[in-house]
């Protein structure tokens, strides 16, 4: 099929612009699938940040990265990703976010609308020029609405001078399917 989900689109735009040696974040740990994806695409010569505010995803994360071979290129950070200017300098090619909360986790850990929000501007004046923000936003279920409803009217209130920013949304299919979100910089 042409359309895909997701968390494929995230994958696919994130593989188009990130090259071996650049510097990325992985803004929501959880298992780690996001983090090893980076690992892999930036290789011996890159970086990758990870955040995520709980310890067991770092200890996930961590193993899934020490079973590949790829620990060395990445520094875990156990803290919120609102925080991410204290840790990571400028020049980032892309910043991953999944909102929600840990599959088979704490649902009460999701992430929330202020600190997304934060975080997101935060990553936004981190990218090198063309490099993306990435979000997929879950939502609906035990991650209800509040945090996707106010993220989409903030994604409307970006300078669009500096940033173009793409929604897909599979608008006519039921149960809340995640939302792809990809804000690109197109100058510094
Ligand atoms: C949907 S899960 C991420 C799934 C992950 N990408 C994966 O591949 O498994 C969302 C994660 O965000 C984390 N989180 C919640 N609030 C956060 C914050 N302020 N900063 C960083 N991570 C946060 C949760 O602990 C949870 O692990």
Do not use: W
């Amino acid at each position: 099929m042409l359309l895909k989900n997701s968390l494929h689109i995230s994958h696919d735009m994130v593989s188009k612009v990130v090259q071996p040696g650049d510097a990325v974040v992985d803004a929501t740990m959880g298992n780690g699938n996001d983090t090893l994806f980076l690992a892999k695409l930036v290789g011996a010569e890159g970086k990758v940040y990870g955040f995520d505010v709980q310890q067991l995803a770092l200890d996930n994360t961590r193993k899934r990265l020490e079973d590949a071979g790829v620990s060395d290129r990445a520094e875990l950070i156990l803290d919120g990703h609102q925080n991410i200017d204290k840790y990571v300098p400028a020049g980032i090619k892309a910043v991953m976010f999944n909102l929600g909360y840990l599959p088979k986790g704490d649902h009460n850990i999701g992430t929330r609308a202020e600190t997304t929000i934060a975080a997101i501007e935060k990553s936004m004046q981190l990218l090198s020029k063309e490099g993306i923000v990435m979000i997929v936003v879950y939502y609906g279920g035990d991650s209800g609405f509040e945090e996707k409803n106010a993220v989409m009217e903030y994604f409307k209130t970006i300078d669009c001078k500096k940033y173009s920013v793409l929604v897909q949304d599979f608008v006519n299919q039921i149960n809340c399917p995640p939302i792809a979100v990809c804000i690109e910089k197109m100058e510094d």
